[in-house]
């Protein structure tokens, strides 16, 4: 697939794109800024697949059919902000997949069958502000799961948002 190099933007989904790496679909794109790839039958994402799009800052991967996100995926993505996995059948999560998007601002994970959560997975997303996990069968969330997550991020598990509590390592903190 040919995409020219000075796009920003890429609308990509209901394609039929099944995998996504450097092999398939994604040749160098510096100036990549946002791409869309969603409602697609997409089940493999290579460790590589967005090694070249280092400039991305949302990336929309929302009803698909990918069954895990690996540690490494988004190593070369560290301006990332946006990124949306609702409704794409994940079940498992890399222990350090998210550590390199220390600019997330918005991490969306619902509706998919991950059945629990890494120690300190989320501690270097200090830029959070929502934090999405409803309908997955994730135990109540533990102080260590969600250590580092902003007081500020509003967290949503099984179809209610924590709302008024916030979990901090060790306690419990009222968010005003």
């Not at 994402?45 to 400039?55: I, K, Q, W």
Request: hydrophobic share 40%; glycine share 4%; charged share 15%.
């Amino acid at each position: 697939m040919l995409i020219s190099l000075t796009f920003s933007f890429r609308y990509l989904q209901g394609n039929d794109i099944s995998d996504v790496g450097i092999d398939s679909h994604l040749d160098e794109l510096p100036m990549l800024e946002v791409l869309f790839l969603h409602n697609n039958p997409i089940t493999n994402l290579t460790v590589d697949a967005f090694e070249n799009v280092t400039n991305m800052e949302m990336l929309l991967l929302h009803y698909t059919s990918i069954w895990e996100l690996p540690n490494g995926l988004f190593d070369s993505n560290p301006k990332l902000e946006y990124l949306w996995f609702s409704y794409s059948n994940i079940h498992v999560l890399g222990t350090t997949v998210f550590s390199s998007l220390t600019n997330l601002r918005e991490l969306m994970l619902d509706s998919n069958s991950i059945p629990d959560l890494h120690v300190g997975m989320f501690k270097n997303l200090q830029k959070l502000k929502t934090l999405n996990f409803k309908n997955n069968g994730i135990p109540e969330p533990t102080c260590c799961k969600m250590c580092g997550v902003p007081a500020s991020t509003h967290i949503d598990f099984n179809a209610r948002p924590l709302a008024d509590t916030h979990l901090e390592c060790g306690k419990f903190v009222t968010v005003q």
